[in-house]
């Protein structure tokens, strides 16, 4: 019988999907103001908003889908642990940059 051990890999590559807005973050205001910048200044404002605000709901979305499938697939002495160190940081950092662009279109 072979087991599929995906769910295990999903809560991993959630916590490492979180790399993904600090590059965005550091990337982001070198496309509109960096010499040879390939934005235009009067959309960097939008696309840098726009664009954290989806990888703060992809993050979201994948950590509610892979404690999901963890706990439902996979024994409570296992999942638990996972939950915990994996998706909750990963949860949380998903609604401090939610919540960064909610202040940030609250502020402007």
């Keep these: 019988m072979i087991r599929n051990y995906g769910h295990f890999l999903l809560a ?6 979180q790399v993904f807005p600090g590059i965005f973050i550091y990337v982001a205001p070198g496309l509109a103001y960096a010499p040879g910048h390939s934005l235009v200044e009067a959309r960097a404002w939008t696309v840098s908003i726009a664009g954290l605000a989806c990888l703060a709901l992809a993050g979201l979305l994948l950590t509610s889908a892979a404690s999901y499938r963890l706990l439902t697939r996979s024994r409570a002495v296992i999942a638990w642990p996972m939950v915990l160190f994996f998706c909750v940081p990963a949860w ?3 609604v401090f940059y939610l919540h960064a662009v909610l202040v940030f279109l609250a502020w402007v």
């Design 12 to 17: 991993f590559a959630v916590l490492l999907f």
């Design 92 to 94: 949380l950092l998903s």
